[in-house]
């Protein structure tokens, strides 16, 4: 086994769920819990809050697994998987990084599956099949392990608090019913960022301090959008 295949097994984490969802994550908590042992109890617990004993999906609950997800990533998203936006915003640096990881996925045939090529699972599948490990070392160090402490910040209590009263104010209503089960994606993530820290020898990463750009850009849209009659859509979709 390459000794970096497990980012494509922590990739699969971040496809849309299907059914057999919940044994890939148990596959996932066996392939860690040797050496990984903080990142599995992340993916143990991500494990436990699904809602099935272990099996695949039923119907309804794959319904409500996969409304997490995108609620969580896509529609109206808690944080965006964009790892390059999560940086830079719209920044031409985000730009020439889409350009440098494309150039490198294409060397290795890494299907983007229509999807940029700063997007999580694109950028672990690369992280997997890298052989310029400097070149990955910067990467991880410069661009994806900064951003992850962003993405998961932003699944914080008072972060997801001040997002539902901006719904609120807005629409009426929450992104989710349960806060739980709204967070529980934030695991997947902690366990890649614990994954990172052992294999590139990272210590404690203290973000530079900085406004809640997303939530501000969230609000700029809701303006914008409740001008113009339109229903909302987030510039954080792909």
């Given at each position: 086994?390459?000794?970096?295949?497990?980012?494509?097994?922590l990739?699969?984490?971040?496809d849309?769920?299907?059914?057999?969802?919940?044994?890939w994550?148990?596959?996932?908590?066996?392939?860690?819990c040797?050496?990984?042992?903080?990142a599995?109890?992340?993916?143990?617990?991500?494990?436990?809050?699904?809602?099935?004993?272990?099996?695949?999906?039923g119907?309804?609950a794959?319904?409500?697994?996969?409304?997490?997800?995108?609620?969580?990533?896509?529609?109206?998203?808690?944080?965006?998987?964009?790892?390059?936006?999560?940086m830079?915003?719209?920044?031409?640096?985000?730009?020439?990084?889409?350009?440098?990881?494309?150039?490198?996925?294409?060397?290795?045939?890494i299907?983007?599956?229509?999807?940029?090529?700063?997007?999580?699972?694109?950028?672990?599948?690369?992280?997997?099949?890298?052989?310029?490990?400097?070149?990955?070392?910067?990467?991880?160090?410069?661009?994806?392990y900064?951003?992850?402490?962003?993405?998961?910040?932003?699944?914080?209590?008072?972060?997801?608090?001040?997002?539902?009263?901006?719904?609120?104010?807005?629409?009426?209503?929450?992104?989710?019913?349960?806060?739980?089960?709204?967070?529980?994606?934030?695991?997947?993530?902690?366990?890649?960022?614990?994954?990172?820290?052992?294999d590139?020898?990272?210590?404690?990463?203290?973000?530079?301090?900085?406004?809640?750009?997303?939530?501000?850009?969230?609000?700029?849209?809701?303006?914008i959008?409740?001008?113009?009659?339109?229903?909302?859509?987030?510039?954080?979709?792909?």
């Amino acid at each position: 086994m390459h000794p970096h295949a497990h980012y494509e097994h922590l990739a699969r984490l971040f496809d849309y769920p299907g059914r057999d969802y919940p044994r890939w994550v148990q596959s996932t908590h066996e392939l860690l819990c040797g050496r990984y042992v903080i990142a599995a109890a992340h993916i143990e617990a991500l494990a436990m809050a699904l809602p099935t004993d272990g099996g695949p999906l039923g119907q309804e609950a794959l319904d409500e697994v996969q409304e997490i997800f995108s609620r969580s990533f896509d529609i109206q998203p808690i944080t965006t998987l964009a790892v390059g936006y999560v940086m830079f915003g719209d920044d031409y640096k985000r730009g020439e990084l889409l350009v440098n990881l494309q150039r490198e996925q294409k060397k290795l045939n890494i299907d983007l599956c229509g999807e940029l090529p700063d997007h999580l699972p694109n950028v672990l599948r690369l992280l997997a099949r890298w052989e310029d490990r400097d070149l990955a070392e910067e990467f991880v160090v410069e661009i994806l392990y900064p951003a992850l402490h962003m993405m998961i910040d932003e699944f914080s209590i008072h972060r997801t608090a001040a997002r539902n009263e901006l719904y609120r104010e807005h629409h009426k209503t929450l992104l989710v019913t349960s806060p739980e089960l709204g967070t529980i994606f934030r695991e997947s993530l902690e366990a890649i960022r614990q994954v990172l820290s052992v294999d590139y020898d990272l210590g404690a990463y203290e973000p530079a301090q900085r406004d809640n750009e997303f939530l501000r850009g969230i609000e700029r849209e809701m303006q914008i959008e409740g001008d113009e009659g339109r229903p909302m859509t987030s510039e954080c979709m792909q």
